[in-house]
């Protein structure tokens, strides 16, 4: 029997190494990659991010494999957050009191009456976006996308015009938003914080006599059966992104990465056209139902404004601040400088 020398077996082993590396079957083990998503999967955002998960798959030719958890059957944002950190889920989808705990700064962007419009709002995400990413990466994360998920508009029994008259009502939100309700608190409003389910529950027992939220939810939820008028001023963008943790991010081969982050601009951009087309329709759903808007005139406006100015302090200051002190100068730094140049 002949013996193979020791040159022609070193020659076979790098061969086979070879084959190994280069042949797809051996040369790819599958990532497989949960993203939790408290949107239904019949929305926007799940539509949205079931795209963006085939768009992974097809690009790295199978390699990562995205399984979405829509409708909060992976927990609340407090409860994903920390299976994303503990890596037994690797992304998710979060809004602003969810990304509070990573990046906190970025609750500055939601300070009551601050922003005003949408073209505002660009103007601060283009300034601070970098700067709010980079942050988020020191502390573990990265962030995939942003996506902004219309206004914060005030529904109420009665037509309101000025804080005062707000000042008077019971204003209901959700329990889980606790930095908001902070700061709603120090601007002297009689907060009822409820679980978002029972929100309708406390305007139809009288526990609450308005409500603070998107136009979306309302119109979903039915609250507007009862808080029947929509102030038509702005409280706050409502903002969203997708976190993954930097463990997952790092194991992601590096060519991958440029058409992957576009697939997720790509979702970021589908989204933000959808929310305002839907935010839209929910509004113009409910005027048709019986929601009555209340147009405030420019001087009203600056009424609200020049209000949640005199607690600026408040807001600001201390030793545990609502916002942060130095994100919201920044943010309101931008603005005066757009505001003059308009």
Known sequence: MKIFSRQKLQFIFILLLLFLVL????????????????????????????????????ITNG????????????????????????????AGVFTSMGLNSVVPELMAVSFPFLIRNDDELDEVLGKV?????????????????????G?????????????????????ATGSDDQQMIQAFRLLSYQIVPANVNELLF?????????????????????????????SSINVAPFMGGILMNEVTWRRIPDRFKPELLEATKRMERDIE?????????????????????NTLTPAQQQVWFDDTNSYENRLIGGANPTFNREYYLKVKDILTEYRRGR
């Open 63 to 90: 390699l990562l494999n995205v399984t979405v958890f829509h409708g909060g059957t992976a927990g609340d944002e407090s409860q994903v957050m920390a299976l994303v950190r503990s890596n037994q889920i690797q």
């Open 273 to 293: 056209a959808s929310i305002a087309g839907l935010e839209t329709e929910a509004i113009s759903t409910m005027v048709r139902h019986g929601l009555k808007i």
């Open 202 to 230: 406390s305007l139809q027992s009288g526990r609450a006599d308005a409500v603070y939220s998107s136009p979306i939810f309302v119109a979903a939820n039915q609250l507007f059966g009862i808080a029947s008028n929509m």
């Open 129 to 149: 976006k970098s700067d709010l990413n980079e942050r988020i990466q020191r502390n573990g994360f990265v962030n995939l996308a942003w996506a902004r998920a």
């Open 151 to 171: 206004w914060i508009k005030i529904f109420t029994r009665s037509p309101i015009v000025t804080p005062d008259d707000l000042r008077r009502l019971r204003l």
């Open 23 to 58: 042949n797809p079957v051996f040369a790819q083990r599958t990532m497989n990659i949960k993203l939790a998503s408290l949107a239904p999967e019949n929305t926007a955002w799940g539509q949205a991010i079931n795209r963006m998960a085939a768009d992974w798959a097809r």
